[in-house]
């Protein structure tokens, strides 16, 4: 063969493909394509390992190359080994170096969603771990996602101690997904609630009135505790708890405690029970003592103080009611916090007594004397005795004075001063201050005393008489004025009055308040403490009477006189002393 017919393409060579003919590549490709799988990035598909090194594990997954997987996500396999059959997750065809790259992680994960939603969608029970405890609740694994256990979804019964359940499996169900924020609520509770449905129709069916069942304390509140029957939920109200009284149930009773109960009502749809525990124990009345009876000195405890009165009780469920008004002798009503205490245990007399209908009437003050019916009430509180006495109240009349506790005695408004006209006992005292006082009455048979306060002294009125005599003159300042007249301030802390016609001045005008001028006595009242007086009488003498008299006229002309000289001489001595006295009783 000569070198021009040589054939030098047959021994050239050539690339990938090359060398074939075109019926030849078809028929290659036709193979190729019967062993590899179309695959798709982001999803899940079964692989076979074919190689394990330090770093990663080959895993076919029937593509025309093998992918990798980093050997850290098989450490929850004890080994793995080629031949191993496993679940990957593609996450790129091919990478920037032409490797398939590979996760099982993220396929575990994919893959336990799509459990999880199953669960969701088919009611299933499905089995997790708790992993640990959270706000509210508790961290349950299931399948490697984790998911949200609220505490009320734990149990029909309220749990107190979460940590018990750390570590342990526990079956729940699915009851909301929340895609948007890959979030997993799941419930234990529901499954209870299912097995006790059958519990709690039977122990609704079979209820009745009187029936004496056994329960655990659920809940506690100040007004009672709920009781779980056993899938029912009944209350024990708090005053059924005991025949004693009791301000909480955590004082006899305890959470999760076990307690024989009887059913005292329930509605028709008998959803609502109302429970009783001291029902089952006999009443505490019933075991009173037989000699127990009205003048019985008894003791016990203070249990509850109220604006009214508070009660003693004598033992559990036995009580009575010590009435304010029967804790001291005295007349002025106090708080009963001011006698006794929640706590303080006393002895009491007992004032009425009715068994049938349980109720008892107690008191405090008849453990000491009537001070109205000590011997020496009436040599001690004699007429004319002087005393002194806290002011416990005010009226228009008068005041009321505390002499000592359970004795009272009053004092007229009129038997406060001698010179002052007071309208009401608040210008002269104030409830609380101390006053002295003679005795004026004593009616020990009504349990009355009257008091005076300006007994104490001589009654001026009796020297006021020879100083302000009809006709005397005295200098008067104008106090106040109304259409009546006015109001004159006298000597010695005296008030006079003036009527609107005997205030005209000698030019014709009136006297104006503030004025200082002479005016005459016209009227003096030693027992109304009157005295009216007249400036104009002073310019102007009244006509008399044309019947009377010429010896008549001389002599009341006389009698004008020698009174006026009286009150312009007068008994210097008795008015020195009398100003004393005053002053010193000022002071």
Known sequence: MS???????????????????????????????????????????????????????????????????????????????????????????????????????KAKIVRAWQDIESAFENDSVIEGLVKRRTKGGLIVDIYGVEAFLPGSQIDVKPIRDFDIYVGKKMEVKVVKINHANDNVVVSHKVLIEKDLEKQKAEILNNLEKGQVLEGVIKNMTNFGVFIDLGGVDGLLHITDISWGRINHPEEVLQLDQKVQIVVLDFDDDKKRISLGMKQLTSHPWDSLAGNLEVGSKVQGKIVNVADYGAFLELAPGVEGLIHVSEMSWSQHLRNPADFVKVGDEIEAVVLTLD?????????????????????????????????????????????????????????????????????????????????????????????????????????????????????????????????????????????????????????????????????????????????????????????????????????????????????????????????????????
């Open 3 to 105: 070198k021009q017919d040589f054939n030098w393409e047959n021994f050239e060579t050539k690339g990938f493909g090359e060398g074939y003919s075109k019926a030849q590549r078809e028929e290659m490709a036709a193979m190729y394509e019967g062993t590899l799988n179309e695959i798709t990035e982001k999803e899940v598909i079964k692989g076979t390992v074919v190689g394990v090194n330090d770093k990663d594990v080959i895993i076919n997954i029937g593509f025309k190359s093998d992918g990798l997987v980093p050997l850290n996500e098989f450490r929850d396999l004890e080994s793995i080994k080629p031949g191993d059959e496993v679940e990957v997750f593609i996450e790129e065809q091919e990478n920037a170096l032409g490797q398939l790259i590979l996760s099982r992680k």
């Open 355 to 587: 068994k049938d209908e349980r109720k008892m009437s107690l008191g405090i003050k008849q453990l000491t004397e009537d001070p109205w019916t000590k011997e020496d009430m009436s040599t001690k509180y004699a007429v004319g005795t002087k005393h002194k006495g806290v002011v416990r109240n005010l009226t228009n009349f008068g005041l009321f004075l505390e002499m000592e506790e359970g004795i009272d005695g009053l004092v007229h408004v009129s038997d406060l001063s001698w010179t002052k006209k007071i309208k009401h006992p608040s210008e002269f005292v104030k409830v609380g201050d101390e006053l002295d006082v003679a005795v004026l009455e004593l009616d020990v048979e009504n349990r009355r005393l009257a008091l005076g306060h300006k007994q104490l002294e001589e009654n001026p009125w009796d020297t006021f008489e020879t100083v302000f005599p009809v006709g005397s003159v005295h200098k008067c300042t104008v106090v106040s004025k109304n259409d009546k007249g006015a109001v004159l301030e006298l000597p010695y802390g005296l008030e006079g009055f003036a009527t609107s016609k005997n205030l005209e001045k000698e030019d014709g005008s009136q006297v104006e308040v503030g004025e200082s001028l002479d005016f005459k006595v016209t009227e003096f009242s030693k027992d109304d403490k009157r005295i009216v007086m007249s400036h104009t009488a002073m310019f102007r003498e009244e006509a008399k009477p044309a019947k009377k008299a010429a010896s008549s006229k001389k002599k009341e002309d006389a009698a004008d006189k020698t009174p006026a000289e009286k009150s312009t001489l007068g008994d210097l001595d008795a008015l020195a002393e009398l100003k004393e006295k005053m002053e010193g009783g000022k002071k």
